[in-house]
């Protein structure tokens, strides 16, 4: 049995009449240690799947299981990095992961929890800013301290949500880079939930692409066979980086695309000059 | 303009507004209302009371800001108990939509009423006057604190809330650290608002019940005809009313988080 396993998951909302599905039976299974990147639409109910894994929310059919027991509401199993970083305002960067660490390893000494949570600072580079409060960082620097945070619980499995997607392309690139060698280093097992593709072939070992809503379901998996480290540069005209990207673009613009998107494919439109 | 014309009109603009009342308050002690002492008179026989302001010549004749004093104290008072009931309760109120349904309705209809109508009811609880002027002015200035603490609860962000619970937060941790911190800008709007409603409370109260302090100074000095004090009554209640005002807002700004 995989270490997390979803099956036939579905999700709505909204009250019976006006009920809208979310998503459609979802089944996925992922290996312990294995990075795993979710791709999909906006508004396919990307949020929604890592909420439910979370322990957020429960889905209404199907069922999760993490490491063989069913996931019942949230735990410190499972660290979230969300779309808006989730920070709370009032405390320093310090403070936020301190949070955390108080809570999850209650019964260490003082001094042990103030080393854990300075060693989780320093690990995203942020020491120079431990007693910072969130309005005062970039958000790049507060996704850091999302990241630090989840993983100073040190949990099983790391859950992503779009971390990335509000960022410039610059702080994006540092911040992937960072996240993949956190992962070599910890090999947790991470659920990267993005819309963009090539983040998901740089980070991940398998792509499985999220088709557009309303229902939306999980499409065929996309194994990334690129040795790592992966460099972002020679990536860009590596063949096989272009075929998965193929791949993974051509589900979610053909069979996983929106509906009344697949009607208009027979007008292509005229090729573009590709930019560097 | 430039920096120092600003500055100037800081300062010149509001004089102007000033000057208007003034001029509207002269022109009537002159004209239509023969009973209404002019600014200058006013002046003159308030002047001991403003120059020596905390003198004490005896019970009935002290100075404006001895009398404003005990306003003071018991504003204080009555303040801090509707600041302690007032604010578990918007808590609960906030935290709980069957609470909220169940109270929310009686405290409509308790809000509006007035000062004047509750203080005789304080007095047929309390028997006493000092009790029942705090009475009624906890339960008058509360509803601000109530109303705003319970609105402030409601509009936490659900991240905030889903950080507690991925976090697996112990309920008393959830309170201090997430709900009371994410909830204080807006106790303290109510706690401003609260104070003034307090404020404004002391002066009934203490006509009604003839307390020493302010209020009853204006009531005892209207009975004697000496309607110089009554203006200089209205002035310092004013002044002190902005004075704790500006006091509040600065509290309250201090803790806007980003």
Known sequence: ?276 | MKPLGRKLGLVLLPLVGASCVLFAWMVSSRTWSKNLPSPGKTWEVSKPYVVEPLAKRGELDQGILRFAWYSLVLVAKGYSIALLVGTPLGFVLGLSPLFTRCFDPIIQVLRPVSPLAWLPLGLVLFENSKPAALFTIALCAMWPTVLNTAMGVRAIPQDYLNVARVLNLSGRKRLFKILIPATLPYMFTGFRLSLGIAWLVIVAVEMLTGTPGIGGFLWQEYNSLIYEHIILCILTIGVIGFALDLLMGAVERRFKVA
Request: charged letters at 25%.
């Open chain 1, 1 to 276: 049995m995989a270490f997390l396993e979803l099956s036939g998951v579905s999700k709505g909302f909204g009250t019976a009449g006006a009920r809208s599905e979310v998503l459609r039976d979802i089944t996925l299974s992922i290996d312990k240690g294995e990075f795993v990147a979710i791709v999909g639409y906006s508004g396919a109910g990307k949020t929604t799947l890592i909420s439910m894994i979370a322990g957020l929310i429960e889905p209404d059919a199907g069922t999760i299981t993490l490491d063989g027991r069913p996931v019942a509401g949230p735990g410190p199993d499972r660290g979230v990095v969300f779309q808006n970083y989730s920070l709370l305002p009032w405390l320093t960067v310090y403070e936020n992961v301190y949070l955390a660490v108080d809570q999850v390893f209650a019964d260490w000494t003082k001094e042990r929890k103030r080393l854990h949570t300075e060693r989780s600072v320093a690990m995203v580079n942020l020491g120079a800013a431990r007693d910072k409060r969130p309005g005062q960082l970039s958000g790049g620097m507060r996704q850091r301290v999302a990241v630090a945070r989840a993983l100073a619980m040190d949990p099983q499995v790391l859950l992503l949500d779009e971390p990335l997607s509000a960022l410039d392309a610059l702080t994006r690139a540092t911040l992937q880079d960072e996240i993949e060698r956190i992962w070599e280093r910890d090999q947790k097992t991470v659920v990267l939930i993005t819309n963009d593709v090539d983040e998901g072939i740089l980070l991940a070992d398998r792509i499985v692409p999220l088709s557009a809503g309303p229902g939306a379901t999980l499409g065929p998996a996309v194994a990334v066979d690129l040795p790592r480290p992966r460099d972002r540069k020679a990536l860009n005209h590596d063949p096989r980086f272009k075929r998965l990207r193929g791949q993974v673009i051509a589900y979610l613009l053909g069979p996983g695309g929106r509906p009344k998107l697949r009607g208009v494919e027979k007008t292509p439109l005229p090729a573009l000059p590709v930019s560097a």
